[in-house]
Nanobody
């Protein structure tokens, strides 16, 4: 069974940094796209940063210049380095990926369980 597992959330003061990790685990799959979303209380889930199927990188305007998405393809892992954190970055961060599986032969969208990031003022 394929799943996404996030780690690295926590509590940090404004101006601090955190790095999130997401591992796609299981067998018989390939990664087509992968990235990070977040959802703050009372707000809709929004894209933070992602590698697209075309190999491009997208960032939300609110995090450009502060957050960096990277990957280790050999480890099926994507990272989100978050610098200069602000209280408004407080949210549950979710890993998201389009994965193509062998059995069944299909491409589907997967979500991780989420990891809390809290930035204090």
């Amino acid at each position: 069974q394929v799943q996404l597992v996030e780690s690295g959330g926590g509590l940090v003061q404004a101006g601090g940094s955190l790095r999130l990790s997401c591992v796609a685990s299981g067998t018989g799959f390939s990664i087509k796209a992968m990235g990070w979303f977040r959802q703050a209380p009372g707000k809709q889930r929004e894209l933070v940063a992602a590698f697209t199927r075309d190999g491009d990188t997208n960032y939300a305007d609110s995090v450009k210049g502060r957050f960096t998405i990277s990957s280790d393809n050999a480890k099926n892992t994507v990272y989100l380095q978050m610098n200069s954190l602000k209280p408004e970055d407080t949210a549950v961060y979710y890993c998201n990926a389009d994965l193509r599986t062998v059995r069944p032969f299909a491409t589907a969208n997967y979500w991780g369980q989420g990891t809390q990031v809290t930035v204090s003022a």
